[in-house]
Structures are given as structure tokens and as C-alpha cells.
């Protein structure tokens, strides 16, 4: 795919992409896709859920969006209001709450009653050396990206292990094979939730449930705007391809795995990332000077 266009100047934000290509940038799969399939999409009010609840909902589904941002929220429900004519549905709580996860379940069935693929989009993290970690940092991290994930996709589990139905997840992660320095306490719940993936894949395969996971590299959006603007420009390097993906490279791939395209597909990981798995390294608070080479090596 070519690299993504620069968003204008006059935008707010440097990075990630506007409404207007979300809504109408080329997807490579049919209108009608996910037409009466139900999508519960964490972290679905900026960044790359956003992404994906535009092209969830481009592709027929109905979509429920929650994160903490009531604002956000609404900012993406309305635009997809505005830019697609359909009508989501946002719930504002944390992941973190394992009742509050419980109650979102049942507001997504008693909207549309059914459930049918669970999104693990929501979480974050900061920039910092992990010797440095404050308790209280460290267990925000671990908290949001491995438990509260985790809360989502049990609580799912559940849901359609009473409905009787078959079900799919997919957990946005990150490429934690070889490290990642400076974000350390991410490193770690991704890393969990990769191989918690694989386990429970195994454990509710008789359920038919499919569990699967996406590991972004270095992507164009909003998430880039946490970063010293020098450091994210650097980014670009962290693959041999020596570009940026976009957020719709990252949306295009849940919904590969979540199609019949992905049918077959459980307890595996799509990594999407211009090959930095095999080259490039990524320092988001920048390369300290112990790492880099001397000049003419």
C-alpha cells in the first residue's frame, strides 16, 4: 500500500486521518460484508477503533463504540452520522471495571440484540524507562492493556456461551518480539494478552469461539501525538519499507479475520507492520546515545 497522505496543515492534528477518508478511502471489501453482524469496538472514539467503527459500519454492521471519552465518542458517532448516514451506538465506561464490562455486554445485546465479534482496541501507555516506572504507572498500564482486556473478552465469552452462539475476538497488540524499550510495562501486558489469546483460542474453540490478535507497527494516527514530534517522525524508519502505515491497514485486517476470509484462523497473530518484525528498531523517547553506531559504522 502507498504511503498515506499528509493530512492538510490547517488540521488540528498531525497525525491520523480525517473523517472524510475514513468514510471514503477504498476498502477491499464488499458494502454488505457484516450486514446484521453486531461489533463492539473499545477505544472506538479516536485513533485506530475509530478506524475501525468507520469500516465496520461501511461495511453494513452495527456498532457499538465505549471508551472512556464521552466526547470522543460522540465526535465519532456523529461523524459517521454525518459522513455514512448510519447510526452507532457509544457506551462511556473503563475496562478496567469488570462490572462495568458485564453491563456493556448486556447494553450491546439489548441495543441489537446479538453480539457477534468483540474489538480489544482500548489501552495506552507513555514513553518512559522502565527503571524509572512509578507503581502507580505501571499498574495503569497492566491494568487497561492486560486485565482490562481480558475483562472484555471473558465477559464476552460468557455472553455467548449463554446464547449458544459462536463467537470472534480480536485483540489489537503490539510487536513484542524482540522488546520494546522505553514502554517496557506495554510490552509486558501485550505480550499477556498474545499468549492469553493463543490459550483461550484453544480452551473455547468447542464454543466456537475464534480468538485472534493484530500487532501494528509503526501506524499513522492519532496515538502518535503522545510522542516528541522528532521521535514520531522517526518512526518511519522502524521498518525496511521506511514508511507509515494508516489506520485503515490496521481496520482492513480485523475485518480479514473476521469475515469468512478468517474462518479458519484462530489463536494467531496478523502482524502489519513493513517488516519491522524482521528489521528496524523503534525508541519512542528517542535513541539514547549508548545505542547509537559511531560514524562510518
Not at 453482524?37 to 467503527?53: D, E, K, M, V
Not at 455472553?159 to 518480539?177: L, S
Not at 524482540?178 to 468447542?206: D, I, N
Request: hydrophobic share 40%; proline share 5%; glycine share 10%.
Amino acid at each position: 500500500m502507498n504511503e498515506t497522505p499528509r493530512r492538510p496543515s490547517d488540521e488540528a492534528k498531525p497525525w491520523g486521518m480525517s473523517d472524510v477518508e475514513l468514510a471514503t478511502r477504498p476498502l477491499s471489501f464488499r458494502d454488505d460484508l457484516f450486514a446484521g453482524q453486531t461489533f463492539l469496538i473499545s477505544g472506538g472514539g479516536s485513533g485506530l477503533g475509530r478506524a475501525i467503527a468507520y469500516s465496520c459500519a461501511r461495511l453494513g454492521a452495527q456498532v457499538m463504540i465505549c471508551g472512556r471519552d464521552q466526547a470522543r465518542l460522540t465526535q465519532t458517532q456523529e461523524g459517521i452520522r454525518r459522513h455514512l448516514g448510519r447510526e452507532i451506538a457509544t457506551t462511556a465506561m473503563t475496562i478496567r471495571d469488570p462490572e462495568a464490562v458485564k453491563r456493556l455486554i448486556e447494553a450491546t445485546h439489548e441495543r441489537f440484540g446479538s453480539l457477534h465479534t468483540l474489538v480489544n482496541n482500548g489501552g495506552g501507555q507513555f514513553p518512559q524507562a522502565a527503571i524509572d516506572f512509578s507503581v502507580k504507572g505501571w499498574l495503569a498500564v497492566i491494568d487497561t492493556n492486560l486485565n482490562g482486556t481480558w475483562y472484555m473478552m471473558q465477559a464476552a465469552a460468557q455472553y455467548w456461551r449463554e446464547q449458544g452462539k459462536p463467537g470472534n475476538i480480536v485483540n489489537i497488540v503490539a510487536n513484542v518480539w524482540r522488546g520494546m524499550p522505553q514502554v517496557a510495562h506495554t510490552c509486558a501486558a501485550r505480550a499477556g494478552v498474545v499468549y492469553l489469546s493463543k490459550t483461550v483460542s484453544t480452551e473455547w474453540a468447542p464454543l466456537g469461539i475464534r480468538v485472534n490478535c493484530v500487532s501494528p507497527g509503526s501506524i499513522d494516527s492519532e496515538g502518535l501525538n503522545a510522542y516528541e514530534p522528532a521521535h514520531a517522525q522517526a518512526f518511519r524508519y522502524s521498518n525496511p519499507m521506511r514508511q507509515f502505515g494508516d489506520a485503515l491497514d490496521i481496520a482492513q485486517a480485523v475485518i480479514y479475520l473476521s469475515a469468512p476470509t478468517g474462518k479458519f484462523i484462530t489463536g494467531d497473530v496478523l502482524v502489519v507492520d513493513g517488516g519491522n518484525n524482521q528489521q528496524g528498531e523503534v525508541w519512542p523517547a528517542g535513541m539514547p546515545e549508548y545505542f547509537k553506531l559511531p560514524d562510518g559504522c
